[in-house]
C-alpha cells in the first residue's frame, strides 16, 4: 500500500517546534496513510484572523506552495478561512485543500442543525454557502480575537461557553471554523458536551485522503 | 495506533467470496485504519435497483446491524440507497454510514457541477437534497436495470458513454450512485474522462473512518 506525501502549511508563523508541528501531530495520530511535513508562512505571528490578515498571507501560501508541489502527492492549507485554495487549485497539479470547505462538506454526515464556532465576529460564508439549511447559528467565544488567545484558561472556558450555548439552542454537531481550536485540541474539552464536533485539522487530513485516494484509482 | 473493526453489509446476496469481498477488499487496498468483515442480506441476488427491493432489504439490514454492533467500532451499509442508515443511526450506539450520503457530500470537494450515475430511473433524492444548485445531471447507463448488469461488456461501454455525457454537458466530477459500480471498478474505465470521479466505496470508507476518529477524539 502506497503512503502519500503530503505537505501542511501552517498560517501561523512560530520558531517554537512543538507549536509548528501540532497539527502534523494530530494528523499522524490518527492517518496511517501520509508521510508530512510541515512549513509556516513568514511574519504573521498571530495568524489569520481578518480580512488584512487573510490578504496578507495568501500570496506567500502561494509561493511556498509552489515551490514545494515537487516534492509532494497532496498540500493542505491548515486553516479554515482556506487561504489561497481556490487560487492553488487553478495552479498546482496535486489536490490541495483547506480545513473549511472540509470541515463544513463532513459536517452534514453528522446532522442537520449545524453549530459553528469560529474566531472572527461572523460565521465564515464559505461554511454557510455549504451547510445551507443546515446552519443553526454561530458562536465566537468572549475574548477571543486571535488564534493565541484560545491557549489561556479563559479562552478555553469561552469555547466550551461557545458549545454549551449551541447545544442549547439545538445544534446537533459542532463544527470548528479555526484550526487553533485543534491546536489546542477543543475537542478534548468538549467532551461533556456530548454532541459530535468536526474538528478542521481531522478534516483537511480525510478530505485529502479521499482526493489522493480518487486520484490514484483514477490514474492507476 | 488503533485500528478499528469495521463490518460491511452488502445488499447483494451472492454465494461467490470474491463478490462478496470486492468492497473490503478495495477498503482494504486504500485504507490502514480498518479491520474489515463482510456479511450479505439473505435472498436478495439483484440487490436494491427500486423502492420494492429497497423495502425489503431495510428489515434485513436492520437485523443484521443489531446482531454484529457488539463485536464492532463501526458498520458499513455499502449501498448508495443509505437503505436502513437513518433507522439504524437512531438504534446503534456505533457509527453507522450508507455509500450515498457520503459520496453526495464529498463531491463538493471537486467540483461545482456535479454528475450522477446510477442505475434508478432518477438521480437519488438524498444526493440532490446534499447537492442542491452544485447539481448539474444524472445519467442511467443504457440497458442498466441492476447491479449485475453492470458486469456485463456492453454495461461497461453504457457507463463510459454516461459518464462522456456527463462531461460534455459540464460536469466537473461524476458522482456513483451505485456501488455495483465500485465493484465492477468503474473508476478505471473513465482514466480517460480526466475529471474527478467520487467513487461510493472509497467515500463510505472515507466517512467511517472520519466519524470513528471523532468518536475516538471526544471519548478518549
Redesign the interface.
Known amino acids: 500500500?502506497k503512503n502519500y506525501k503530503v505537505g501542511i502549511i501552517r498560517v501561523l508563523t512560530t520558531d517554537n517546534e512543538d507549536e509548528l508541528l501540532s497539527h502534523q501531530k494530530i494528523l499522524n495520530?490518527?492517518?496511517?496513510?501520509f508521510e508530512l511535513q510541515t512549513k509556516s508562512i513568514p511574519n504573521q505571528h498571530n495568524g489569520i484572523y481578518n480580512n488584512e490578515t487573510l490578504n496578507k498571507a495568501i500570496p506567500k501560501i502561494i509561493k511556498i506552495a509552489k515551490e514545494w508541489e515537487e516534492e509532494l502527492d497532496g498540500i493542505i492549507i491548515s486553516c479554515s478561512e482556506d487561504p489561497a485554495v481556490q487560487e492553488l487549485k487553478k495552479i498546482l497539479k496535486i489536490p490541495v485543500?483547506g480545513a473549511g470547505?472540509?470541515a463544513a462538506?463532513?459536517s452534514?454526515?453528522?446532522g442537520k442543525k449545524v453549530g459553528i464556532i469560529g474566531i472572527e465576529k461572523e460565521a465564515p460564508l464559505a461554511y454557510l454557502k455549504?451547510l445551507?439549511d443546515s446552519y443553526l447559528a454561530y458562536e465566537k467565544p468572549k475574548n477571543i480575537n486571535n488564534t493565541n488567545d484560545l491557549r489561556t484558561k479563559e479562552g478555553k472556558i469561552a469555547v466550551i461557553n461557545s458549545a454549551k450555548r449551541l447545544k442549547n439552542k439545538g445544534s446537533d454537531v459542532i463544527t470548528f471554523a479555526c484550526t487553533g481550536l485543534s491546536t489546542v485540541k477543543a475537542?478534548?474539552l468538549?467532551?461533556e458536551i456530548s454532541i459530535?464536533?468536526?474538528?478542521g485539522v481531522?478534516?483537511e487530513g480525510?478530505?485529502i485522503?479521499?482526493?489522493l485516494?480518487?486520484r490514484?484509482?483514477?490514474?492507476?
Chains 1, 2 share one sequence.
Do not use: C, G, Q
Not at 495520530?29 to 496513510?33: R, S
Open positions: 500500500m495520530e490518527f492517518f496511517k496513510e485543500v470547505h472540509s462538506s463532513l452534514i454526515n453528522y455549504i445551507k475537542y478534548e468538549l467532551e459530535p464536533i468536526v474538528d481531522i478534516a480525510t478530505i485522503l479521499n482526493m485516494i480518487e490514484s484509482l483514477r490514474m492507476k
